[in-house]
């Protein structure tokens, strides 16, 4: 079996290198966003010209963000989404729910504490995982159908 992973949500640690290297032998296609926040950020008004309001420059960005993502998580077969430790991810709840609408097998990524908050996301996961390793281990075993030793 091979798979397509889209890996959604914080873009400040490393835990999508976890993943990826962690399933190195797996023979999965990962995808993400672009995780330069400043590129994520400045992409619309570097490409199309500057916004006077931060709105706009704000809207142009995501706007050339989101033909990324919806590419990613609709071309996936599992969407990976972590809501991590700082600020306020609103644009991994949309791509949370914008898999779930797709149907798409997902997987959240959170610690604990945000557990109340994330109840509704966590309710259309089919896995909610506290570790990269444990996201690893849902994929070794879907792929293969071995537990970890």
């Excluded at 330069?36 to 916004?51: N, R």
């Excluded at 797709?102 to 945000?114: A, D, N, R, T, Y």
């Excluded at 908050?117 to 570790?131: F, I, M, P, Q």
Aim: net charge negative; aromatic share 6%; hydrophobic share 45%.
């Amino acid at each position: 079996m091979t798979l397509k992973v889209y890996l959604s949500g914080e873009i400040h640690t490393d835990w999508r290198d976890q993943i990826m290297n962690g399933a190195a032998s797996l023979g999965i296609e990962f995808d993400a966003p672009v995780t330069d926040h400043a590129a994520s950020d400045d992409c619309g008004v570097a490409i199309l010209g500057a916004e006077d309001d931060k709105f706009w420059h704000d809207r142009k960005g995501a706007q050339m963000n989101a033909i990324r993502t919806r590419r990613g998580i609709e071309t996936a077969d599992v969407v990976v989404v972590r809501f991590g430790d700082k600020y306020k991810q609103w644009n991994a709840a949309f791509d949370a729910g914008m898999a779930a609408a797709l149907g798409k097998s997902l997987i959240i990524l959170q610690p604990e504490e945000h557990d109340h908050a994330l109840k509704e996301v966590d309710a259309a996961a089919l896995a909610v995982a506290r570790t990269p390793q444990q996201v690893v281990q849902i994929l070794t075993y879907v792929i293969n159908g071995t537990l970890p030793s």
